[in-house]
């Protein structure tokens, strides 16, 4: 039945994805990924069975019912001889705060479970939009280098005229076959990290169809971010991995309530009915255990331990949260004046760069290696200026990841 769910849900993903008729937003990834993805499912589950904890905490104990049957014979003048049957009925006692105890750590649990559900969600939005745009970073070095590739083969085109009027040598135009093997390989090879981006976007949303994607979206607009000081608090505050970190302390310290509370010894109310040949027996009494061998000291020393252990780790958890979000707030904000620069002018010298190279060429006051020299300072700015501008989304992306901000509405 459940591997019947999961290959539904494939299949329920596979016919949304070809609705949307093989093109692809953000807004759509993340929908599809939150819906189908199997991380989210499996974290639903565990809250499911978290729950069904709690249900099995609440129970109270089951009593025992027990019979025997035999003989008995006498030898001694006036009793009697003939069939015996006994019943036995034991209900075993939660007293104290034990139950208490045992409900608590449940609840613990589903708490826990509920803040890994929020932190898997999270992940699965922010390796969405890293995969999504990075699928975008390809696509427009693909059109950078293909735009190089047709500057270089026109290059070419108008130097084998030169070539062929005399007004060029031939190893020019060697030189330019070469600038344009180097030019198509590049090309290619941005072809083929975009087929695997794309690769890379289909298992962030969770599905294994094999569809050629046409992706829709642009880059998120420019935010002013807040002083660090205020992030770092924010992150303290809401991040699900530092909530779930205290959740998990709460519940290891619950787990010591719980194995406190075990020691306690538990009676059991006991009733008995003996039925002889002759004369009914009734009796009614209580068991109760004897701790003179085993105090549980094992089992309250490693919750003990595990408190410590996990205490260790939330603070281990928030100091890489924390570092987390200096690196990409720094990130973020070199990226940006980065960006001034290009604003600034960078592109547009490149771009005048090339137009004077190629002009000193036809008036032969250059050789052609300052011309392919201009192009590969073109090219080199437009994919600088294209890499700068989505490393600062891939900034804010890790920057919300932390924050623990869905930027999107998504369900």
């Known amino acids: 039945m459940q591997l019947y769910r999961l290959r539904r849900g494939a299949c329920a993903l596979a016919l949304a994805i070809a609705a949307n008729g093989a093109t692809l937003t953000l807004d759509q990834a993340l929908s599809l990924a939150v819906e189908y993805h199997p991380q989210l499912r499996a974290g639903a589950a565990q809250i499911d069975v978290a729950r069904a904890g709690i249900t099995t905490a609440l129970a109270y104990p089951n009593p ?19 069939f015996f049957n006994a019943y036995v009925f034991s209900q075993p006692l939660e007293l104290g705060g034990l139950r208490p105890a045992r409900t608590a750590l449940a609840e613990r649990g589903r708490e826990s479970s509920e803040l890994a559900l929020r932190g898997t969600r999270l992940a699965v939005v922010s390796a969405v939009r890293r995969t999504f745009f990075q699928a975008l970073r390809r696509r427009e070095e693909i059109a950078i280098l293909t735009d190089n590739l047709r500057l270089v083969e026109d290059f070419r085109r108008r130097l084998q005229v030169r070539v062929d009027v005399g007004e060029a040598g031939r190893l020019e135009l060697y030189r330019a076959d070469a600038e344009v093997a180097t030019a ?58 530092l909530l779930l970190s205290r959740s998990e302390v709460r519940r290891a310290e619950a787990r010591v309530t719980y194995e406190t509370a075990l020691r306690r010894p538990q009676p059991s109310l006991v009733v008995e009915v003996d039925r002889p040949p002759d004369v009914p027996i009734y009796r009614a009494g209580i068991n109760i255990p004897l701790p003179f061998w085993n105090r549980r000291e094992g089992p309250i020393a490693e919750a003990v331990a595990q408190t410590r252990q996990v205490s260790a780790l939330a603070e281990s958890n928030e100091l890489l949260l924390l570092a987390a979000l200096g690196g990409a707030y720094e990130r973020y904000q070199v990226a940006t004046t980065q960006l001034l620069a290009f604003e600034q002018g960078l592109l547009r010298e490149a771009e005048e760069g090339l137009r004077a190279a190629e002009t000193a ?24 200026l294209l890499n700068t501008q989505f490393d600062r989304q891939a900034a804010l992306v890790d920057l919300d990841e932390v924050r623990a901000v869905e930027p999107r509405r998504i369900p």
Request: aromatic share 4%; hydrophobic share 40%; no cysteine.
């Open 64 to 82: 025992e019912f027990g019979a025997r049957a035999g003989g008995q014979t006498f030898r001694v003048p006036g009793n009697v001889s003939g």
């Open 184 to 241: 198509r390989t590049a090309a290619n090879s941005a072809r083929l990290q975009y087929v695997a981006a794309l690769s890379q976007l289909r298992a962030a949303i969770g599905s294994t169809v094999d569809a050629d994607l046409s992706l829709d979206g642009a880059l998120d607009p420019a935010v002013t971010l807040p002083p660090i000081e205020t992030l770092r608090e924010e992150v303290r505050a809401r991040h699900p991995a």
């Open 361 to 384: 060429y036809r008036l032969g006051e250059r050789g052609i290696l300052e011309v392919l020299d201009a192009q590969r300072v073109l090219r080199t700015v437009r994919l600088d």
